[in-house]
């Protein structure tokens, strides 16, 4: 049986004095300096640019990049859990965290009762307000996350939360704090799902610190921290959640959490 403390200790493995610079100290503002670039599957995109494209564009462009997202070669990334998932979705209260371009929230959006998008940047969540518009979605709504208060603003009950990628890319001190704001609005017996980078991909690429790492993984992100099962159970404490599913995939280059709120 793992035992969690040691792999707690673990996680220290790549000490990094940068988890305590002044720039962490505004996370949200650190974080929003990168992700406006937002990462499609095969192409990083620069939101602005989006923007300036006229309606009828906009859709085809987007259409197009959720397509590449979800079928051939990256169906083994992304395409599978939108399959799985969207009956659990169906008549759902969804959160999406850092939601980016939308691929997630705005497809299951057709199903869900209602999608919460949460981004740090302000230009991503005009795109989607504007593709969700276009495909005449109205159970929709939209959080610009400025700092840990703003996500006060969220409802008091939830079924799923998705973060497709996001939870990662910040030391643990500033995810813990995001994660105490966002888990006690999910219902009890309501998912977590959780894409992350696993221990084994940080190891192949030679354990580089944290703040270094955004280089090999996500175009010169200022932190990217990999998660295992108990590290990330770790993050909800003191509230219990239990793991339906917690696997690696793709030659470890992700990993998958599909959790349930027990208490």
């Known amino acids: 049986m793992v035992n969690i403390r040691q792999r707690l200790r673990e996680a220290q493995d790549s000490p990094d004095r940068e988890a305590t610079s002044p720039k962490w100290e505004r996370p949200f503002e650190t974080l929003r300096e990168k992700w ?62 850092g939601s980016g371009l939308g691929m997630d929230g705005l497809s299951f959006a057709a199903g869900a009762e209602s999608v919460t998008f949460v981004d740090v940047a302000s230009e991503n969540l005009a795109l989607l307000k504007r593709i969700a518009g276009l495909k005449r979605l109205n159970n929709v709504s939209f959080i610009l996350v400025e700092h840990f208060e703003s996500l006060r603003s969220l409802g008091s009950v939830y079924d799923v939360i998705l973060a497709s990628g996001s939870l990662h890319n910040a030391p643990q001190h500033v995810i813990k704090r995001e994660v105490a704001e966002l888990a006690p609005r999910l219902k009890i ?59 690696t995939y793709r030659d470890y280059e992700f990993n998958w959490f599909d959790l349930v709120r027990r208490t």
Not at 39 to 65: I, K
Not at 68 to 78: D, P, S, V
Not at 79 to 86: K, V
Request: avoid cysteine.
């Open 189 to 247: 017996g309501g998912r977590w799902l959780q894409l992350a980078y696993p221990k084994e991909r940080w190891e192949r690429d030679g354990r580089p610190a944290f703040s270094k790492w955004g280089e090999y993984t996500d175009g010169k992100a200022p932190w990217v921290e990999w998660y295992d099962l108990p590290k990330l159970l770790s993050m909800f404490e003191p509230l219990r959640f239990e793991p339906l599913m917690a696997f």
């Open 36 to 97: 406006t670039e937002v990462p499609t599957d095969f192409v990083r995109v620069r939101v602005s640019q989006l923007l300036q494209l006229e309606d009828r564009e906009l859709l085809r462009v987007w259409e197009q990049m959720r397509e590449a997202a979800l079928t051939g070669e990256q169906f083994g990334r992304r395409g599978w859990y939108h399959m799985l998932y969207e009956p659990l979705l169906r008549g759902a209260r969804l959160i999406d965290l």
